[in-house]
């Protein structure tokens, strides 16, 4: 849904034209941040990890006995559709609850839409085409939007990852994609967040933590899937 005019684009074929005898793989960018991870990263080593890539969207990359998880379509981990509030609103339809609300672009949304509903705020995100850095950096100088819009997004982030630990009981949750990064700090009030609502056997020996591998994760993915598809 954040690549305008890319429904049913064939992207492989366009790339085969230029590669030619060179064989191609495409997989999901949720896929290759787990098999990166794997390979070279914090899930090195485990069976039973999931890379939780927050940016732009929201997505997850989840190996379950040593294996990415599918599902029956090929589109299991688009967990930015989790259903973490009621009512159901709109705003959902196009990318999801969760991604809606604490995605990268979600974070903006919200901190846009309780700038433009309190008349009495002055702070530093008035008067601006808002980003989600934008709100990080307010976030740093106390604003009161900033950290009302950050600590609905921690919520949500523990809600999620309880709701993982909870279905998966993974070894491993790993963070990463544009917002983490910043958001990165707080893992620590995540994670208390998420002992809120998970299984708590399971919540007790998860471990959460950042990506070793932070923008490389998703390359190195996509480089072991060049790995496994080369012509001997």
């Known amino acids: 849904p954040n690549i305008s005019g890319w429904e049913n684009y064939p992207l492989r074929h366009k790339v085969e034209q230029v590669t030619g005898s060179i064989p191609v793989s495409i997989d999901s960018d949720r896929a290759c941040y787990i ?27 989840i190996m379950t006995g040593g294996q990415v998880l599918r599902g029956a379509h090929d589109i299991a981990g688009a967990i930015g559709w989790l259903a973490l509030e009621r009512p159901f609103r709109d705003e959902f339809i196009s990318a999801g609850c969760f991604e ?29 085409d808002i980003t989600a850095h934008d709100v990080f950096d307010a976030f740093e100088n106390d604003d009161p939007i900033a950290r009302k819009v950050i600590s609905s997004a921690i919520e949500l982030w523990g809600m999620a990852i309880a709701n993982l630990v909870s279905l998966f009981d993974t070894e491993k949750i790993i963070l990463g994609g544009g917002v983490f990064g910043p958001a990165a700090r707080f893992i620590p009030d995540i994670r208390k967040e998420a002992e809120k609502w998970a299984q708590p056997v399971s919540m007790k020996l998860v471990e959460i933590e950042a990506s070793s591998l932070h923008d490389k994760a998703g390359l190195y993915g996509a480089g072991l899937l060049a790995l496994r598809n080369r012509k001997i």
Do not use: P
Not at 44 to 52: E, M, S, Y
Not at 100 to 128: C, N, P, W
């Open 100 to 128: 809606g609300m604490a995605s990268g672009e979600g974070i903006a949304k919200q901190a846009r839409k309780f700038v433009a509903e309190d008349e009495d705020y002055h702070g530093t995100l008035k008067g601006r």
């Open 35 to 61: 098999l990166g991870e794997a390979w070279k990263g914090s899930a090195k080593g485990c069976n039973d990890a999931i890379f939780l890539s927050v940016g732009t969207g929201i997505g997850a990359g």
